[in-house]
């Protein structure tokens, strides 16, 4: 079994930056692909980036690139997601998602397995 913890959400100003962070405990070693997505209630979840550990291939939202980046720490089974130009719309609950089959960057939320409890991000402006 695998966990994810999230941690690192926060009320911020519009422009500031963040960094969440996923932490991968159980059978993390398995894990070939993490990704974040994020929720507003009432929509649908999206995607918002994505890594394969052995490689570090990546993959963004059209909405984030640029200003958000993934990244993993293999020996601390961490992935980060650095959130820079933060803007009111990306004001979400962010989730931290992984799997063990997947080997390239995936957008669709049902491919992962294993998810983590969601962290709040507020934006204002």
């Known amino acids: 079994q695998v966990s994810l913890v999230e941690s690192g959400g926060g009320l911020v100003q519009a422009g500031d930056s963040l960094r969440l962070s996923c932490a991968a405990s159980?059978?993390?070693?398995?894990?070939?692909?993490m990704g974040w997505f994020r929720q507003v209630p009432g929509n649908e979840r999206e995607f918002v980036a994505a890594?394969?550990?052995?490689?570090?291939?990546?993959m963004y939202a059209d909405s984030v690139k640029g200003r958000f980046t993934i990244s993993t720490d293999n020996a601390k089974n961490t992935v980060y997601l650095q959130m820079n130009s933060l803007e009111p719309e990306d004001t979400a609950v962010y989730y931290c998602?992984?799997?063990?089959?997947?080997?390239?960057?995936?957008?669709?939320?049902?491919?992962?397995?294993?998810w983590g409890q969601g962290t709040q991000v507020t934006v204002s402006s």
């Open positions: 890594i394969i550990r052995s490689d570090i291939s990546t």
């Open positions: 159980g059978q993390s070693v398995s894990l070939y692909a």
């Open positions: 998602a992984a799997d063990t089959i997947i080997r390239q960057p995936r957008r669709t939320w049902t491919d992962y397995r294993y």
